[in-house]
């Protein structure tokens, strides 16, 4: 009998989570009232049902040899059994394993409580934004989207980082909650010192034009000096991160390196959709917030697009896509036929990360 590889495991997921979002688009159509804002009723406790099985489907991966899951699970195992062994990880990730190891020394059990706080982050941001008859819809957005699989089963400590993240990122105002809940994202993985780091600005200062003008010039400077920031960038990954050192020494036979114009194009889509919400009078301060944290973050990314693995990076900001797609069409009526567009955009994030899954 032949046995399913990661790989296949991911593309079951893709195929998987199209229909789930197929199945929500027919529905969204078939509303009575498609011409409003107002959805057909969708349980919002389905929620919590998916989660269980997404998180058991993650936890049941096959694990490869020398992957990223096969490292985590090399780590979890020497923390439970006390081995002497050189864990090169961030301090928070470190005491993450350390309290596991006290309950359970089983892969399947450190990989499922794992990927269930993965998966409660955008619940729990989910359950304070959106209203209840949008809930499952934005779930489906985000299980459906690029990246979000990677992240729970591969990318998994920044995953858990951003899962953290995501639960003070409703909170308007900066107070000691956000402050250590933020450090302690930060600890599990450095990556979120940008997310915080930006987070904290936005609080304090937010344009207008959330910044649309920032990300063009940047796409500018990526484009004739991209080089240079590779190089220096590159060189920090390399101090900081062991394994970052593969990735920029590295051939990838398998792996499309250089300036990725599917990932531009596909960054570039939620810069234009947030800028028509915005001159047809959209106006909602979570939603400046939102669109300038992805402008800015992505941005970021775009000074360092040609680097290998250069998704993991753009996630970063690739995540709050399925959340700007969706608040403000389940705020306000924004479009004639909206929830056919609410349809359109389920779909077309679940059909970009099938290609890209798939090809």
Known sequence: METFTSHDWMVFWSYGSFFLALLCAFK??????????????????????????????????????????????IIFKSISENDIYEIN??????FYNRLLSFFSNSSFFYFFITAIIYLLGSLKFINKVFVSSARYI??????????????GTNTIRQGLALAVFLFVFFEVKLNTKVILVSLLAIL??????????????????????????VWVVFLFISFVFGNVFVNTF???????????????????????????????IYSMI?????????????????????????????????????????????????????????????????????????????MFLATINLIIATK
């Not at 959805?39 to 993650?58: E, G, H, K, R, T």
């Not at 990954?237 to 990932?263: A, I, K």
């Not at 944290?293 to 399925?322: E, G, K």
């Open 28 to 73: 969204l159509v078939f509303n009575k009232e498609r011409n409003t804002s107002t959805m057909p009723y969708f349980p919002s406790q389905l929620n919590y049902v998916l989660i269980v099985f997404i998180a058991l489907y993650f936890a049941l991966e096959p694990i490869v040899l020398y992957s990223d899951k096969w490292n985590y699970e």
């Open 89 to 94: 990880t961030e301090s928070g990730f470190y």
């Open 138 to 151: 934005v779930f489906i957005a985000i299980i459906s989207s690029l990246g979000f699989y990677n992240y």
């Open 188 to 213: 599990l993985h450095k990556s979120l010192l940008i997310l915080v780091v930006i987070n904290f600005m936005l609080k304090i200062y937010n344009r207008k034009d959330n910044f649309i003008s």
């Open 234 to 264: 590159g060189g920090f990954l390399m101090d900081s991160d062991q394994r970052m050192v593969s990735y920029l020494n590295d051939t990838f036979e398998n792996y499309q390196t250089g300036f990725r114009v599917d990932f531009l």
């Open 270 to 346: 939620p810069i234009v959709f947030g800028w028509i919400v915005k001159k047809r009078g959209f106006q909602d301060v979570l939603f400046d917030k939102i669109f300038s944290l992805y402008v800015v973050v992505n941005a970021i990314w775009l000074l360092v697009i040609t680097l290998p693995f250069t998704d993991r990076l753009a996630y970063l900001s690739w995540f709050l896509i399925p959340f700007l797609f969706i608040y403000p069409l389940s705020k306000k009526v924004i479009f004639r036929n909206q929830n056919f567009f609410m349809a359109a955009i389920v």
